[in-house]
């Protein structure tokens, strides 16, 4: 075979529901050499790391780690340490995100119950409420926002919930963290499992995760130490935690001090989220989040702007993403497709009964800024009037300089 | 809190069992920007990496390509992908990571027996034969290079007897690809899984792995469509796989041409990826693999030229790493704490009953270099003499020059 080239990305905006463009802080980070993996830098720097992304969580908890996988991973990790087969979970679903966490819990022969809210909405603090008294869950299992349908589910009254029915609860927070608020020991959150591809600013591939110690005592209790690295007095468990790579026993172990093999640290990840979080800490994460939160709006209003509806349910938006309803006769993917090859921009589509209807624009992390959000809605503008479908000149950025300019 | 600052490393020669010293290309690689999951320059980049695996595998198979994890999480998805609860699987145990393999199959619920060997050595065909008759296994899961012990183990004869009892033969092959020969095709494996940090010279935290379509087929008839993304017509399995993250047919659908929304692949991990596989093909499989076992040779004749005992049956050693065996009256980790603190190398120390009583030391990919082995030598020769154990002048360097003359 002739062998490719070098690795030599296109010039891309990506201004989709994530991976978005990564700070380029984080990625000179990455290109930092190696060191052993119990080197005293080493270690020092996961210790770091875990004080680090405390202050991301909002949270005193000891276990706050990464999990050397995807987001996805990570929730994966959470639910197979938390539940055994036969156990309860109650899941909110109302999008492509909560049915991930069904799907999840399923594999680990969990018994799973939903409450299902329409896409476009959230589901109440009611419902919940009505579905706990029935199904009496060992875990409430939430996603907090859900980018298939940029809704962000309220906690208020979960945690009351939870304490009521002796339940964990547990928070899918890879969408939100940090362009959010995510108080974890305010809102009384158990497990909370992110990634850095939203509004961190990183790339895929690590994931930032907490639990209070009402979840480590549920997960310490299932903890089984593995032949070959075993001593006499070690835990052996008679039903071990589901998955190896995932049990989260290992990994607290491996993150302790005494630091017993499990996998190899994923060490330019763990470079990597490390600087994501100094990012968010170093701008203060109050002002970080208010950042994303203009943003947003002013992508929001520039979507209005240029007489496009935004979806969903405006009460309960995430600060990061908006969903714009495609407008009749438009070809949604012919738009993405111009977007990208002429303008360099990434805008997203969703998924499942929303493919095709509604189009996704994050503003998040490094793309959280200014010039992202009027060069977007200046291509958009472009891009749709030359395709035929009327928009007002200029609308999409004189409304977002209007929030701007409120905001100055 | 106050923020530490950003990532510095210390000066290091990563002279252990890994992660050893990254090439300076990986790392630039890892610092290249990001481009959307979708992009076409992305799945122009994924495509070559299955590419460039087959010829790091040497193999035909389509599946082959990247698990998002650290070489311990392919295993799993291996192994939970081929095994449903209650199938039998053999496990050749010759150290740490046979236990691995045992482990990882108990979490999924298969029934496992081992054929064990004395830790040093190798698990003899013969052995395995008699025990494949007993079992009947499903799937034959080895290790082919186990750095606990530093042995490489022999495949001759093992894929014939898969085909006469029907069993599909796995192949951890983490530690050893790329410096040591393993023809997955000729030697009739269905399925290997590696890591990027050993002889491939990258970070952990991506995993290449290749299927055969014998392997592929026990997969697919698992294959199930998460909710959220399924549409009309996709399969829905009664016994899913039980992960989801590790679960290869959706893996494989991600990779094809459906393209089918699974995990956000970890784009870094994946430039750092493509980048040590086009090091190897660059060089060439062959020389790539001539030169572990070069600089491996060194190694160990430098080792017993300062009067060491090099550990393990000396016919069946891994090209790539040297086990020392601790002399009497040394402290194992004195001598590698001074390596690390004073000359910045670092060696490594082992598992389990080797504990204390083997320092191991690796010539892997960057560092499979004159220097790095002269270094080395010189820096133990000086350690040791200062700790007041006698080590004849300049033996190990001396002898290690006489190997790289022979090669001249």
């Known amino acids: 075979m002739s062998l490719p080239g070098p690795v030599d990305p296109p010039a891309r905006l990506l201004m989709g529901p994530g991976p978005i463009t990564a700070y380029p802080r984080v990625l000179q980070a990455m290109s930092a050499q190696l060191v052993g993996q119990y080197d005293p830098a080493m270690t020092g720097w996961m210790n770091e790391v875990m004080d680090l992304y405390r202050g991301v969580f909002e949270t005193s908890n000891r276990q706050t780690l990464l999990v050397d996988s995807t987001a996805r991973g990570a929730i994966e990790a959470a639910l197979v340490s938390l539940l055994e087969p036969g156990d309860r979970v109650l899941v909110p679903v109302m999008g492509r995100f909560g049915h991930l966490l069904v799907e999840i819990a399923r594999r680990c022969v969990a018994e ?43 906690y208020e009254g979960l945690a009351e919930l ?48 907490t639990f ?18 075993r001593v006499d007095g070690d835990p052996v468990a008679a039903h071990p935690i589901r998955s190896n790579y995932f049990d989260l026993a290992m990994i607290f172990d491996y993150w302790s001090p005494r630091r017993l093999n499990h996998h190899t640290e994923a060490t330019t990840m763990l470079y990597a989220a490390r600087e994501c979080a100094r990012l968010v800490l170093e701008e203060g994460l109050p002002a970080y989040q208010a950042r994303h939160a203009l943003h947003g709006r002013a992508m929001a209003a520039g979507v209005a702007g240029l007489g496009l509806d935004v979806y969903g349910d405006p009460a309960h938006k995430m600060a990061n993403i908006v969903g714009v309803v495609i407008p009749d006769g438009i070809d949604g993917e012919a738009v993405r497709g111009i977007l990208l090859a002429d303008f360099g921009i990434e805008i997203g589509t969703s998924f499942g009964p929303l493919a095709g209807r509604v189009w996704r624009i994050g503003t998040m992390g490094y793309n959280a800024r200014t010039d992202a959000v009027l060069a977007t809605l200046a291509a958009l503008e472009t891009v749709l009037r030359r395709l035929g479908h009327p928009v007002p000149a200029g609308g999409g950025v004189d409304a977002a300089y209007d929030i701007y300019g409120e905001a100055a």
């Not at 980018?147 to 962000?152: A, E, F, G, P, Y």
């Not at 110690?213 to 690295?229: F, K, L, N």
């Open 162 to 209: 939870c304490a009521r029915y002796d339940c964990l609860l547990y928070a899918d927070v890879t969408a939100s963290i940090g362009g959010n608020p995510f108080p974890t020991d305010v809102w009384g959150v158990d497990a909370a499992t992110a990634g850095l591809q939203k509004c961190l600013g990183g790339p895929s591939g690590s994931a930032p995760a």
């Open 112 to 154: 799973v119950h939903t409450v299902d809210a329409e896409w476009g909405t959230v589901v109440e603090v009611d419902r919940i409420a009505e579905a706990m008294e029935r199904v009496r869950p060992k875990v409430l299992a939430t996603v907090h926002g859900d980018t298939s349908t940029t809704m962000l589910q309220p």
């Open 212 to 229: 209070s110690d009402r979840a480590v005592a549920v997960i310490e209790s299932r903890h089984s130490i593995e032949a070959g690295i």
